[in-house]
């Protein structure tokens, strides 16, 4: 894989199987337009298949914004039908993000509004560096959050504060965020991506079909069926070769070894 047909992402794999995808069009705070869109998602398709990778960070280019929004400019020319599809395939782009069989973790290290706050949460953790702003300002262009914001805020922080940000569209700063269980940490900008890289490193002791089978179990709460779908991921797990060794390492008193089987 490599960024030659990337234009707006930066796409780095280190050699612990880390990739880090970072939205790169600072002189418009990374808004998503058309183009990041695509690149998106090819990114993340690509990322997916590639099984050297473990764990996926998302951020932004610059000091100033993790994603300020949807591009206003192509928002501006939408009507009804152009409008419900570009909702329709940015909530498939954020939700192969959500469904993602590794870990994805958002450092958001600045303004994170409209559909950057959107990407931000179909993310599965979230670290905002302390001058971080996360708000859903879409009713005061006209608009509602229209790729998820709707369904995950609320699912997030629950339906009345929620109710709170939509409505107002003022955002919220990265402490209100942290107090309210939108983000998961606040921490100095510098100490962000280091924090989530020391994060992605204890998730990958782990074993690999484990936490891919974690994330699906998680995704389906609340889905009417969570509790079969869990059963049926945890006997899927003692099928395999890794859940053998995990055990089995646990009763001989040594370290697992974990092959991905
Ligand atoms: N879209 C396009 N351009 C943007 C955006 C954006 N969302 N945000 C910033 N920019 C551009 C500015 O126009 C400016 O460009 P230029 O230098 O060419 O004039 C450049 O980025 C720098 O921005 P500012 O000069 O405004 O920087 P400030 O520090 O003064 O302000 C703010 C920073 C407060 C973040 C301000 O830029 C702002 O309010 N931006 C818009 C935030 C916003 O409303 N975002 C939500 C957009 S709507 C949305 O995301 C809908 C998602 C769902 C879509 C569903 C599709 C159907």
Same mark, same amino acid.
Request: hydrophobic share 45%; glycine share 10%; aromatic share 4%.
């Given at each position: 894989?490599?960024?030659?047909? #990337?234009?707006?992402?930066? #796409? /780095?794999?280190?050699?612990?199987?880390?990739?880090?995808?970072?939205?790169?069009?600072? /002189?418009? #705070?990374?808004?998503?337009?058309?183009?990041?869109?695509?690149?998106?998602?090819?990114?993340?398709? /690509?990322?997916?298949?590639?099984?050297?990778?473990?764990?996926?960070?998302?951020?932004?280019?610059? /000091?100033?914004? $993790?994603?300020?929004?949807?591009?206003?400019?192509?928002?501006?020319?939408?009507?009804?039908?152009?409008?419900?599809?570009?909702?329709?395939?940015?909530?498939?782009? %954020? @939700?192969?993000?959500?469904?993602?069989?590794?870990?994805?973790?958002?450092?958001?290290?600045?303004?994170?509004?409209?559909?950057?706050?959107?990407?931000?949460?179909?993310?599965?953790?979230?670290?905002?560096?302390?001058?971080?702003?996360?708000?859903?300002?879409?009713?005061?262009?006209?608009?509602?959050?229209?790729?998820?914001?709707?369904?995950?805020?609320?699912?997030?922080?629950?339906?009345?504060?929620?109710?709170?940000?939509?409505?107002?569209?003022?955002?919220?700063?990265?402490?209100?965020? %942290?107090?309210?269980?939108?983000?998961?940490?606040?921490?100095?900008? @510098?100490?962000?991506?280091?924090?989530?890289?020391?994060?992605?490193?204890?998730?990958?002791?782990?074993?690999?079909?484990?936490?891919?089978?974690?994330?699906?179990?998680?995704?389906?709460?609340?889905?009417?069926?969570? $509790?079969?779908?869990?059963?049926?991921? %945890?006997?899927? #797990?003692?099928?395999?070769? @890794?859940?053998?060794?995990?055990?089995?390492? $646990?009763?001989?008193?040594?370290?697992? @070894? %974990?092959?991905?089987?």
């Amino acid at each position: 894989m490599s960024n030659n047909h #990337l234009e707006n992402l930066l #796409l /780095e794999i280190n050699n612990e199987g880390i990739a880090t995808l970072t939205i790169n069009r600072p /002189e418009k #705070l990374n808004a998503l337009n058309e183009q990041v869109l695509t690149e998106l998602e090819k990114a993340i398709s /690509e990322v997916n298949k590639n099984r050297a990778i473990r764990v996926l960070i998302v951020t932004g280019a610059g /000091e100033k914004a $993790f994603v300020a929004g949807a591009d206003i400019k192509e928002l501006n020319t939408l009507n009804k039908i152009s409008g419900e599809k570009l909702s329709s395939r940015g909530q498939q782009i %954020f @939700d192969a993000i959500e469904n993602s069989r590794i870990p994805v973790i958002a450092v958001i290290n600045g303004y994170a509004l409209g559909g950057g706050a959107e990407l931000a949460m179909a993310c599965h953790i979230r670290i905002a560096t302390d001058n971080a702003a996360i708000g859903l300002p879409e009713v005061s262009l006209g608009l509602i959050p229209g790729y998820g914001g709707t369904q995950r805020l609320p699912a997030l922080v629950g339906k009345s504060k929620a109710m709170e940000m939509i409505l107002t569209g003022k955002p919220i700063q990265a402490d209100e965020a %942290f107090r309210i269980g939108l983000v998961n940490r606040v921490l100095p900008a @510098d100490e962000a991506v280091p924090h989530a890289l020391n994060l992605a490193a204890t998730i990958m002791k782990n074993a690999p079909l484990a936490v891919a089978a974690a994330i699906e179990g998680v995704n389906a709460s609340g889905s009417g069926n969570g $509790f079969a779908r869990e059963a049926m991921l %945890f006997g899927r #797990l003692c099928e395999t070769e @890794d859940f053998t060794e995990g055990t089995s390492a $646990f009763l001989e008193k040594r370290k697992a @070894d %974990f092959k991905g089987k």
